[in-house]
């Protein structure tokens, strides 16, 4: 039975944060309110920067100061005051890091429970709860340190036989003749620099390849007097792989290092003995092997009364995980693969079990990486948080999200400097009659693509990577593709195995992070910088580039070329204040006397994109590549404006403008529509026709209804996911998908053509 609560209201008063303009809304509690609006109009600024930040930093204030200075700084968001403000939990669309111990029972404390359950009742006794823990030395495998897998290194492909050190024999990458790493080798004094590697001795070879870390005795001249000496093969596994440093090399370790499964352990990361406790026929590595769904039904037959209690927590925390669609992962899964709608749901389901009330979540975007078959699950489980007596905030733009509000909220008109303020409040049905961008869109009627020929084909056979079943399917070449299915189908894998066919040059605009710091611009992201000062120059007697940059010659002194001084404050926010010296513009009083077509160097970069590309006409190639960030619906971001402030579907949309023009070649995109007003999808979806016209092939995974309704192909992978996917449903056009009663984005297309 649903339980009333006195409804009342979250009362925002004056908010100006980042573009909006003066911004006073109240929000009733206990409902679901949706936040709609252009990409850029201010929602986030107004559902994040300023109701979760004054939340969660007046949460902060309630501890000690000593514990204050270890908790996360929100910093004080601009706004007069909010009333009745609730404790805000976000959940936002993060993957769950890149921890190697971590698994799905790890974060989610399921694997705490399920060590105590087999050291409680578990045969034979083997130990407590600790000895099952592969992150601990009681019971980790001591092969494999509790990984589960050993990385192989082929010594033959890092060393040239036939040269000398002096000639490069070390041949991996980073340790040439005259880096810092192989002068360790060259100045160590234990080799002939000039002597070929195929003439060294036994010893010699061991010496350079295998040694472990030691200091060396009588080192050679140059050797650092403090440094350590290592093999070539354990200081690359201990300092490249498995570091930061990997990410830049990525290609040359996948050339030299083959991950398998741990020899000892076979993969369980646990020592055998740990293995030999037994629960009902199984030992709790086969258990946490096991999907979800399969672990609920191993769960219901433990009868013992000493583990009622820990049977029951752990029956409520997976079953909430299976509620919410997820019943297709194991236990063991590494979070480092989940993708961030996979994470995004199991923040969610982790909160369904919690007694709390009286909380406001705030969501973003819940719907991406989500099919609308599971888009229905997120609905369901968002209602039952609602129902317990907790205020529900979403910023979205899916309409199979924005329908189930009992309130909707629009910004705009406009996206940067042109949107801030509120331009619609009420039901979703007053938003559908309304005259508001989001409703003229929601009114607009669906309709199918141009279904074009395509020019190739690529075959994938017998395709069996991760949960692939031995999957064959044709790619056409030449069209727009879109790979579809229910998330953990098995899409991104058979466009993996789709990239290792290719022949040809491709253009991988995954949804990879952007490498982004607060320096970062979309003048400095596009690289037209050196371009600008060049101009500036060359109108200026030749004057040095370096004055136009405000990380050189040219940045104000005071701020060094930040245009904001901060203070650091201890446990209290760091302040942040404008520059008083150069006002926020970044550069020094000399920098700014230089002009060009009668603006300073600030003054440009303080230009849209849109009024960059008319003010440099007489520059075809800056004024094309900022043309193509206007293609992508990007025309209203200025030129110096921080990448820190954009959003995830802006950030996607300005990897994409910087590989717009190469033709003949094939994208691959992730998702593109992600953190898209359906106005700017369907400014996508013309930028990709005209890439398709001009020679391009396109393969998209997408989940979005208007996408796959416009491509030419249609592959839909499923049924379901996990080892309940994994295979093709359909291969065809979009249109002929409705009447395939076996494919879920078959069956999704029929109730959206049919909504108009």
């Known amino acids: 039975m649903q339980k009333t609560f006195e409804k009342g209201y979250i009362e925002i008063n004056d908010a100006t944060q980042n573009n909006l303009k003066h911004v006073s809304l109240r929000v009733p509690k ?136 002096n000639e490069g024999a070390i041949t991996f990458v980073s340790f040439g003749p005259d880096t810092w790493r192989w002068r360790r080798y060259a100045t160590s004094g234990l080799f002939d620099d000039d002597k070929p590697i195929k003439d060294y001795t036994a010893e010699e070879y061991d010496l350079l390849m295998h040694a472990p870390q030691q200091q060396l005795k009588h080192p050679g001249e140059g050797f650092p007097r403090t440094a350590l000496y290592e093999g070539v093969v354990p200081r690359i596994r201990r300092s490249v792989i498995g570091k930061k440093e990997a990410e830049h090399h990525r290609e040359a370790i996948a050339e030299i290092v083959t991950r398998k499964a741990c020899p000892t352990c076979h993969g369980t990361r646990l020592r055998p003995e740990v293995l030999t406790n037994h629960l009902n026929g199984y030992n709790i590595a086969e258990v946490t092997a096991m999907d979800l769904r399969h672990v609920l039904s191993f769960l219901k037959t433990i009868t013992e009364p000493l583990a009622t209690d820990v049977v029951r927590e752990l029956t409520t925390k997976i079953q909430s995980l299976v509620d919410i669609g997820l019943g297709y992962l194991t236990l063991d899964r590494g979070t480092s693969s989940l993708s961030g709608g996979e994470a995004q749901r199991i923040k969610i389901a982790k909160y369904l079990t919690s007694s709390l009330v009286d909380m406001v979540y705030i969501l973003d975007e819940p719907s991406v990486g989500l099919h609308p078959h599971d888009i229905q699950l997120i609905k369901q489980a968002l209602t039952r948080l609602k129902d317990k007596g907790n205020t529900i905030l979403v910023v979205e733009h899916n309409p199979a999200m924005i329908d189930f509000a009992d309130y909707v909220v629009e910004m705009g008109p406009q996206a940067g400097q042109g949107g801030g303020t509120v331009t619609f409040t009420g039901t979703y049905l007053d938003l559908l009659a309304s005259d508001t961008l989001t409703g003229k869109w929601l009114r607009r009627p669906h309709q199918w693509g141009q279904e074009r020929q395509p020019n190739g084909q690529l075959h994938l056979t017998h395709v069996t990577q991760n949960n692939l079943q031995d999957v064959s399917v044709d790619v056409p070449l030449g069209v727009m593709t879109v790979v579809s299915g229910v998330a953990g189908s098995g ?266």
């Open 491 to 756: 899409k991104s894998s058979l466009v993996t195995a789709l990239k290792r066919q290719l022949k040809t040059a491709y253009i991988d605009l995954a949804q990879a992070p952007v490498g982004i710091n607060i320096r970062s611009t979309p003048a400095t992201y596009l690289g037209i910088l050196d371009e600008i000062r060049k101009l500036f120059s060359q109108a200026n007697d030749r004057v040095g580039t370096s004055w136009f940059s405000y990380n050189g010659k040219g940045a104000c002194p005071r701020c060094k070329g930040k245009g904001v001084t901060i203070t650091n404050m201890a446990f209290m926010d760091p302040v942040v204040q404008t520059c008083e010296l150069c006002h926020g513009q970044r550069y020094s009083d000399q920098a700014l006397q230089y002009s060009y077509h009668d603006k300073n160097i600030a003054e440009v970069l303080q230009l849209s994109v849109a009024a960059a590309r008319d003010f440099f006409a007489d520059s075809p190639k800056l004024a094309a590549q900022l043309g193509n960030l206007d293609r992508v619906g990007l025309g209203y971001l200025t030129l110096a404006q921080p990448l820190t402030t954009l959003s995830g579907g802006e950030l996607q949309r300005l990897k994409l403008a910087v590989e717009l023009g190469k033709q003949g070649t094939v994208y691959l995109l992730d998702e593109p529509t992600a953190g898209l007003h359906l106005q700017d999808t369907a400014r996508l979806l013309k930028l990709f026709n005209e890439l398709v016209a001009a020679g391009n092939s396109l393969i998209i995974i997408e989940h979005n209804l208007a996408v796959i309704g416009a491509a030419d192909w249609l592959i839909d992978v499923g049924p379901d996911a996990g080892r309940y996917g994994g295979r093709i449903q359909y291969s065809g056009t979009p249109r002929q998908a409705v009447d395939v009663a076996t494919s879920r984005t078959g069956v999704a297309l029929k109730r959206w053509i049919e909504q108009k």
């Open 30 to 165: 206990y409902e679901t309110t949706v936040f709609v609006g252009l990409s850029g109009s201010g929602k986030s600024s107004l559902v994040f920067d300023t109701i979760a930040a004054a939340s969660r930093r007046e949460l902060n204030e309630t501890f000690p100061s000593f514990t204050q200075q270890y908790l996360p700084k929100f910093g004080q968001p601009h706004v007069k005051d909010i009333e009745h403000l609730p404790v805000a939990i976000v959940i936002e669309q993060q993957r769950l890091g890149k921890n190697a111990r971590s698994t799905l029972a790890t974060y989610t404390g399921i694997y705490s429970l399920m060590r105590l359950l087999f050291s409680r009742i578990g045969k034979p006794f083997i130990g407590y709860s600790d000895t099952f823990s592969f992150n601990l030395p009681q019971g980790m495998c001591p092969t494999c340190q509790g990984l589960g897998y050993i990385d192989y290194i082929d010594e033959h492909k890092l060393i040239d036989p036939e040269k000398s050190l």
